[in-house]
Each structure stands twice: as structure tokens, then as C-alpha cells.
């Protein structure tokens, strides 16, 4: 009976299909279990077999928490909107619906082929209007909510319009912009309505503001940070500027405390937690205010060291920040202008990461220094962002080795700030204080106590307050795109409204094109049908806008982390028509106890769910505001890229063999077209048709062969090291692969992917086959379990569960193979060994379980069957094989019962014939007796 992994697997793939075996209950009388991977992208380019790997070892965990008597949910959906489709529909005009359902067919396909325990009937896509109903309706939750300081939530906006209708804004104590206008209640209710919608967009956790962003002209949109890689897009290397437009903005800013918080109560990695810790920016100090000499204008300035203020010599604004245009003076407007421009075309991140290029240019404007009153030049650099703390810094060259750096390059005053102060007027009465703060406090060595000195004078003299800083900026919400979520708001005298939810979704409109209108305007600006009837609460054809019944739609659309930053719970309750989830199911699930996905999502996808699960306990909508209870960042598989070598300047290549002394340029070649042994197809990499340039190339061999030069990466296309999964199931079966990926290290590790390699697995699992079956079929016995086998397979059960609750995989793999070698060493055949022995492999390598369960007469799926349990007893020893050794040198064993005494042993060992043969009739010295270890007889 062959082991035929192709019949076997295709088989058991569509029972699991057919009976729906992984479907899980929102009621059961079993404890619950939620284990989730981030849902992929569906990309054209499909699966490779890097991608499976935090997939495989989710599934290991479910099904085991299956035979461990759990309920789980284990499911699976698609991120399908984003740039990608649709910068393929602006190059082929196809709709970028279509080529998403063809590449979600092709992952869906891929990932059936491996064998998952998803649950399909709970499938969600981001793209589809089902899905981003929801998403549509949890953005109007935020815009009509704000956050309270003082019950340290988020509420309905409503509350907030009651406090103002009662004693106006004087007293409200929420986050909200910088520049609020103070008002009475009686002035609240004599503003115009436009006038009161104006003052709550300032409070509302989604708002419209003006902000700085990437704008990428080529691709008509604005790109987050980590869509930006060099400078440049990451799709298409297009050049990228920094651009004010008037976009739509999440107030994360509110939560960045409880943010923080939360990460004390959550199983995550800690250099994730970290990266959060770090990009939240938690910082505390001071907010200083400086005059600007000869203008109506301050600058603020949050610093950590209000101590140094004595120190400062200069300050450095952003270059975007909103005054340098209003105090430049005309000598030096140009010289800023032309700095301005070159600064836009670098990102926010470059400008970060460079820490060597020194560059700024003055204003010829000056500060003034709130205790002494002198002159402070106001200088623009490159180095200040406007995007974190308020876009200007006070320079203290003597304690800052960035502002020490530029006043060294621009000849500007480095002070010492221990020196004695000279205290004008404008300091009053607090002369003795700020000499106190500065010559008791300012050393470096009682920092708090200096600080709270300054902070105090500052408050007095109202020149600053003390204050509590974030890095964390709100984040921007709007995209220049077509692929994505349309935003239910429609504008009325300039004002966004929200369209009723039980109109929703606002779906998607046709377009000709799917790029930006020829005035600048997003892709959405190219639909014709794409106005809002508010007597017909439908959309309608732009030629209707009156603006009196009949208004424009929002033209941007939702970014990427929209759909991302809830799904997670849709899947709980992912038909359910009338709400995003049902109270039942979110209280049954709660929260996922199992995540798997990348820690490149550390500051993007990670944390924008953490704030929107964290708004929506707020309002009441879920149980828990913490999604993820634990998390797991898989490491990643490298390719082993190949290389062939050409001649620099010539159409000449040579074999790797042959290129010392040559000056070669690298050129990366298709692994398909390269064997196991290094030796490349040469006429198949002149016809590839990725090498049309190469067809006539000349390739110099070396014992006739074209060896390539190997070296591992990134497994990528752009690389052509990529393996797809569908080759290696062909060849080898999804049980092997999925043992492979899991042998091959830790889960948490980085490693290399070699196929040769995956042979071995295989090797093992038609070893396990030959333990159940013969030439005739299966061969299982009924007979009782001999000790050794039952040692071997609990000693199994013990470290596969352990291996299993502590991930680690690899050690699991190692484990199977040890086991089937002893019990194909002990020829045993044992239905009570072999049975428990299927129950432990079947999370590894379900279809060859599934095959052999069936084969031994079960009718129901090994899926759900109780995970064996270990018994001690079986380990422990009863007896222990002696060496008897003669004067130290080992001559037979002896096995002997563990509980025999000194003298029980001595005796059977003096009697035995070989013990007789040794001695030939003398009488030993000694008889050295270790019990349970060593016997020795001294001659």
C-alpha cells in the first residue's frame, strides 16, 4: 500500500470542505479559542513559500486546541483594498474589483492546497460593501464623539454640546486642537450653525484639518511614512514631497497614554512593545513661549530640559512651520524660499535618519528670550518637523550635540549655561528664584529639582507652563485614491455631514479613469454619478447639486489601515446584516488569544487597532479594549537568490569560477533555471523572456557548465529566488511542506529556505506510513503495548505538548522522527501506540492523519479526537542495565531489578557465569557497588 500524497490530500481537503469540520459555534459549551493571522493582501504575484509560515504554525495551534477540547475560530479574509490593484487598473484600465477576485481565487486555491483549518464561512473582504458598511459606519461613530480628560474616554459628541448649552467651553477639559476660541454658553447659542459645527470639528476624534503629508505627484496621492522607502514611493519609485492639503485626521493623540498603558497588560514581543513605546514618545517638560521681536506672533516650544533655558542661544523652526513665512524678513526670503522647496522633496523619515548633513538657513528674524529678554536668532533647519511637538526647538548648543553641531557650522553663540545670568527688568521680582534655579539646579545633578524650579518661574510670569509631550501625531485618514473605502460624509456650505448609517454603504462609483482629474482633483472627482439627495438619501448624478437638496460627496477615500484596524472582530460575526457584531458574539470571543503576523506592523496596523478597539470599548461596543491578548511575530524565510556574472561593458558572461581578476557586474537570475548542483539552463535564461536583452549573450564555461553564484536574501520576485508552494505540494505533498517550514528553525527566527532539504521530511513521513502498513494494507495489531513502546510514545506525547505550548515547532518535528525511528526499530505495529502516535502529528500533517485514521476504521475525523494524555508512570524506571566492568573496563551488562539492595546485587552478579569466567576461581579485593549505576569488581 503506497503512500500517494497527491490522492490523500486532495481527498481529505474536500471532506474538510464538504462537511464543514473547522466551522466554528458562537455558542458551545466549550471554552473558546481565537486564533488569527493578519489577513494578506491578495497580490498577482500569489503565494511564495515565505508566506505560509506564520499560517502553518497558527494551524498547528488550532488544531490542537481542538483536541484539546476547545471551540476554536480560526479564520480567514483578504486586505484587498489597496494601491497596488489599483495602480494595475491605471496601466491596464481593468477594474481593480476584477484583478482582486482573480488573485484572491488564486490565494484561496494556494492556501486550500496547504491544508488550513480556516473557517470559510466567516470569510470577510475589505472590498466588499458588506464588509465596508461597517468600517463607513464606525467612522461616523468617531466623528460624532470626543474625548473627555476627566472620565478619560471618548463620549458622544452630544454630551459635549450639553456642556456647551450650560457654561460654554471655559471649564471642558478634552483633547482637541491647540487654538480654541473661549465662549460662554450664551455666545454658544447665538453662533450660526455653521459656526457651531466649525467649533466641534476642533473636539470630534475624526476631523479636517490642514496638514502637512507625503504627497507623490505620479502616483495622485498621499503615501504614509511606511510607504515611502529612500525618499521615494515604494510602489513605482516615484519621487515624493511634503505638501499641505486639508485632509481628514484621527485624534490617536487622545489615546496615546492609554497606548502606552496597555502594553503592560498584553503578551507581545518586547522589542514590538518597544517600537511603540518609542514612536508613542512619551516625554516631560515644559511648553515655553517666546516673543517674536517686532511681530504680533510667539513661538512655542515643548522641551524636556526647561533647565537649559539659559543655555539657548538660537532656535530652529521646521521649515513648514506656519510663521517662517510671516517673520522672513525680505533679505533673507529668498534663501528660505529655495530651502523650503528642497526640504519638501524629502521625507519625514529621511530627515530623520540623517544625522550628518547640517543644513538651515536664517530668517532674519529674532526671539526673544523670556528671562533676559536678548535677542534670539530664529533660524529654519531641516532637523525640526512640523509633525512632532509644535515644529520648533530653543537650541542649547552647550548640552545638545545636534544644536552644538549646527552652531559650530554657522558660527553661531555657544554659551556656557552655568555662567552668571544677567536678569533684565522683564524678570521683576523673580531675580533671586531663576539665580537659585540656575546656580543650584542647572548642574546635571538635582535635574527634577531644577526643572520644577523653572517650571514654577515660567508659570509665574506666564511664560510656559509645565507639560506632559507625545510623539504620537494624529494620523491622517484621507488618500488620493480610487481602491478604497468611500467616506459616507457629504459637504453642505463647506461643512461635512454624515450621511444616516441605515443608508450605508456608500459604494464605490464607476469611473472612466482612475487617476487624479486634470485640476488635481482624487479619482473620484472622474464620477459622474457621485452626489448625495438628501430627499432620496441616495446617490445621484453630479449634474443635480443645487446645494439645496443635492450636495457633493467626499472625493478622497480611507486609507489601507481602515478595514485592518477592526476586522478582527467581524470575523466573530461576520453575517450578521445589522450590526458590525452582535453583543452575544463579541461577549462570547472577546478578544483574539492567539496573533500571528509581522512586527513590520508594529507602528502602522498594531496600532491604530489597539485606538480603534479602544474608542469602540469606550462607546460600549465591545468588552475589552485590547484585541490581541498575545502575539506572535513570525520570522521570515530567505530565498537563496542566484546570480550569473557579466563582463562590465560587454554582452559576456562567465561562470562563477572564472570571475577573479574580472570586473563582473552581478545580474540576478531565475532560481527555476538553476539545479540543485549550481548549474545554470543557459538557453532557458536566453529565452526567459525577463532577459530579452541577454539572448545573444555569450557564456563562458567552466568544464562545460555555467555555475551561478548563490547568496541569501529577502526571498522576493524582484529577486527571482521566490519557491511557489504549489510545486513543493506537487512534488513532495503539503505535509511535507508544512513539517519543513516548521523544521526548519524557531518560529520567531529568520531562515534560509533551501528545497533540497524538504526531501528528508518527506523520507519521514513514508517511514510513518510503513509503521500502519504493509504490501497489503494496514497492518495494525491489537495486541498489548510492549514497555518500550509505551515509553516511546509518552515520552512523545510529553514533549510534543510542551513543544506545542511554547511554539516551538522545530523541536516537535525533531520529535516525530525520533519516534518513528524507535518504533520502526521495535517493529511495532501496536494499534493502542499507533493511534495516540496519529492524534500528536495530525496539527503537523493533517491529511496523512486524516488518511491512516480512516484506514483504521474511524468514521469521524481525527480532527476533534481527545489529544492523548501523558502518564507518567510510563517513563519511570523499573529496572536499569548494569555495566559490569573488571577493574574499570566494562565486560557485559546486566539487567537487574532498580529496588534490589548492595547485597541483592552483589550476590546475582558473583553468581553469574560471566562474572565466574572472568575470575577464573580467584577471590576479587573489592566489589564496588553504585546501586542504579555503576558495578565494578576490582581483581
Not at 513661549?289 to 521646521?318: E, Q, Y
Not at 538657513?361 to 529674532?366: I, L
Not at 508659570?459 to 484621507?478: M, T
Not at 525577463?690 to 555569450?698: Q, V
Request: glycine fraction near 6%; charged fraction near 25%.
Amino acid at each position: 500500500m503506497q503512500y500517494n500524497h497527491q490522492e490523500i490530500e486532495k481527498k481529505w481537503q474536500k471532506y474538510w470542505a464538504d462537511q464543514g469540520t473547522f466551522k466554528a459555534e458562537n455558542d458551545s459549551d466549550k471554552p473558546k479559542y481565537y486564533v488569527l493571522d493578519m489577513f494578506p493582501y491578495p497580490s498577482g504575484a500569489g503565494l511564495h513559500v515565505g508566506h505560509p509560515l506564520g499560517y502553518i504554525a497558527s494551524d498547528i495551534y488550532a488544531r490542537y486546541k481542538r483536541h484539546k477540547g476547545f471551540n476554536v475560530l480560526h479564520p480567514q479574509g483578504y486586505d484587498s483594498f489597496g494601491l497596488p490593484a489599483e495602480q494595475y487598473a491605471i496601466q491596464t484600465g481593468q477594474h481593480p474589483a476584477i484583478t482582486t477576485e482573480t488573485n484572491i481565487k488564486t490565494y484561496r486555491r494556494q492556501l486550500d492546497n496547504i491544508g488550513f483549518s480556516f473557517d470559510w464561512s466567516r470569510e470577510v473582504r475589505t472590498s466588499n460593501p458588506e464588509y465596508y458598511k461597517w468600517t463607513q459606519w464606525i467612522f461616523i461613530q468617531l466623528f460624532n464623539s470626543w474625548y473627555n480628560k476627566d472620565t478619560d474616554k471618548a463620549e458622544d459628541i452630544s454630551t459635549l454640546v450639553a456642556k456647551f448649552e450650560v457654561e460654554g467651553n471655559a471649564t471642558i477639559n478634552a483633547v482637541a486642537d491647540e487654538d480654541i476660541t473661549i465662549f460662554s454658553a450664551e455666545e454658544w447659542k447665538s453662533f450660526s450653525d455653521k459656526e457651531q459645527q466649525e467649533i466641534l470639528l476642533q473636539y470630534r476624534l475624526t476631523f479636517l484639518s490642514d496638514t502637512e503629508v507625503n504627497w507623490c505627484p505620479a502616483l495622485g496621492t498621499v503615501l504614509a511614512n511606511d510607504e515611502i522607502v529612500n525618499g521615494v514611493s515604494e510602489r513605482g519609485g516615484h519621487p515624493v514631497v511634503r505638501k499641505k492639503m486639508t485632509q481628514w485626521s484621527m485624534r490617536i493623540s487622545a489615546y496615546a497614554q492609554r497606548l502606552l498603558d496597555g502594553l503592560q497588560n498584553i503578551d507581545w514581543p518586547q522589542p514590538l512593545k518597544d517600537s511603540q513605546t518609542n514612536w508613542i514618545g512619551r516625554s516631560q517638560g515644559a511648553m515655553v513661549s517666546f516673543d517674536v521681536d517686532g511681530h504680533d506672533a510667539k513661538i512655542d516650544v515643548f522641551t524636556t530640559r526647561p533647565d537649559t533655558i539659559f543655555g539657548v542661544s538660537f532656535m530652529t523652526l521646521a521649515p513648514e512651520h506656519e510663521l517662517v513665512s510671516r517673520i522672513v524678513t525680505d533679505e533673507q526670503r529668498k534663501a528660505v524660499e529655495e530651502y523650503i522647496e528642497a526640504t519638501a522633496k524629502r521625507s519625514e523619515r529621511d530627515r530623520m535618519a540623517d544625522v550628518k548633513t547640517i543644513s538651515g538657513v536664517f530668517t532674519g528674524a529674532y526671539a526673544l528670550h523670556p528671562f533676559t529678554g536678548k535677542q534670539v536668532p530664529i533660524w529654519i533647519g531641516d532637523y525640526v518637523l512640523a509633525s512632532y511637538g509644535t515644529g520648533a526647538v530653543m537650541a542649547v548648543p552647550c548640552g545638545d550635540q545636534r544644536d552644538y553641531d549646527f552652531a559650530k557650522h554657522f558660527g553661531l553663540e555657544i554659551p556656557n549655561i552655568f555662567a552668571d545670568v544677567d536678569i533684565s527688568e522683564k524678570a521683576n521680582d523673580a531675580k533671586d528664584g531663576i539665580k537659585l534655579a540656575n546656580s543650584d539646579f542647572l548642574d546635571g545633578l538635582n535635574y527634577n529639582k531644577g526643572m520644577k524650579t523653572v517650571i514654577y518661574e515660567l508659570e509665574k510670569r506666564g511664560f510656559g507652563y509645565g507639560k506632559i509631550n507625545y510623539r504620537l501625531r494624529d494620523a491622517v485618514f484621507s488618500r488620493q485614491r480610487y481602491w478604497g473605502e468611500p467616506f459616507p460624509v457629504y459637504y453642505k456650505d463647506g461643512m461635512p455631514q454624515m450621511i444616516d448609517a441605515k443608508h450605508l454603504p456608500i459604494v464605490l462609483p464607476e469611473v472612466e479613469k482612475y487617476l487624479p482629474t486634470e485640476d488635481g482633483k482624487p479619482p473620484l472627482g472622474n464620477a459622474e454619478v457621485w452626489a448625495w439627495d438628501t430627499t432620496t438619501n441616495t446617490v445621484v448624478e453630479n449634474s443635480k447639486i443645487d446645494n439645496g437638496t443635492v450636495f457633493p460627496l467626499e472625493l478622497n477615500t480611507m486609507p489601507g489601515w481602515a478595514g485592518s484596524s477592526w476586522y478582527f472582530n467581524r470575523y466573530m460575526d461576520s453575517n450578521n446584516e445589522g450590526e458590525f457584531v452582535s453583543k452575544e458574539a463579541v461577549d462570547y470571543w472577546k478578544q483574539i488569544d492567539l496573533y500571528i503576523g509581522g512586527s513590520e506592523h508594529a507602528t502602522g496596523h498594531l496600532l491604530y487597532a489597539r485606538f480603534w478597539q479602544k474608542f469602540l470599548f469606550d462607546r460600549g461596543l465591545l468588552p475589552v479594549d485590547e484585541f490581541a491578548k498575545k502575539l506572535i511575530n513570525q520570522g521570515m524565510i530567505l530565498g537563496t537568490s542566484a546570480f550569473v556574472y557579466r563582463v562590465e561593458g560587454t554582452n559576456t558572461f562567465v561562470s562563477k569560477g572564472l570571475i577573479e581578476g574580472k570586473k563582473v557586474q552581478p545580474i540576478h537570475a531565475d532560481v527555476s533555471l538553476v539545479n540543485s548542483s549550481d548549474e545554470l539552463d543557459v538557453e532557458a535564461f536566453k529565452k526567459h523572456p525577463l532577459n530579452i536583452d541577454f539572448k545573444d549573450a555569450e557564456f563562458i564555461l567552466e568544464d562545460g557548465k555555467y555555475i551561478v553564484g548563490r547568496e541569501v536574501e529577502k526571498m522576493s520576485k524582484s529577486k527571482y529566488n521566490v519557491v511557489n508552494p504549489d510545486l513543493i505540494c506537487e512534488e513532495y505533498g503539503a505535509d511535507s511542506l508544512r513539517l519543513f517550514e516548521m523544521f526548519l528553525g524557531p518560529l520567531e527566527q529568520t531562515k534560509p529556505w533551501k528545497t533540497s532539504g524538504i526531501s528528508g521530511v518527506y523520507s519521514f513521513l513514508k517511514k510513518l506510513w510503513k509503521l500502519f502498513t504493509n504490501e497489503n494494507g494496514i497492518n495494525v495489531s491489537d495486541a498489548e503495548p510492549t514497555k518500550d513502546e509505551l515509553k516511546t510514545l509518552h515520552k512523545t506525547i510529553k514533549k510534543v505538548e510542551e513543544d506545542i505550548e511554547n511554539f516551538s515547532f522545530n523541536t516537535s518535528v525533531s520529535t516525530f522522527m525520533i519516534a518513528v525511528n524507535e518504533l520502526t526499530a521495535l517493529k511495532c505495529n501496536k494499534r493502542a501506540i499507533l493511534e495516540p502516535l496519529l492524534v500528536l502529528i495530525s496539527p503537523y500533517a493533517p491529511h496523512i492523519a486524516e488518511e491512516l485514521w480512516s484506514q483504521l476504521g474511524h468514521d469521524e475525523s481525527i480532527a476533534t479526537v481527545a489529544f492523548p494524555k501523558f502518564e507518567e508512570k510510563y517513563l519511570v524506571e523499573s529496572s536499569k542495565n548494569y555495566p559490569v566492568s573488571f577493574n574499570g573496563k566494562m565486560r557485559f551488562t546486566l539487567e537487574l531489578p532498580l529496588d534490589l539492595s548492595k547485597e541483592e546485587i552483589e550476590k546475582v552478579v558473583m553468581s553469574h557465569e560471566k562474572t565466574q569466567q572472568q575470575l577464573q576461581g580467584r577471590e576479587p579485593k573489592k566489589v564496588i557497588i553504585v546501586p542504579g549505576k555503576i558495578i565494578n569488581i576490582v581483581g
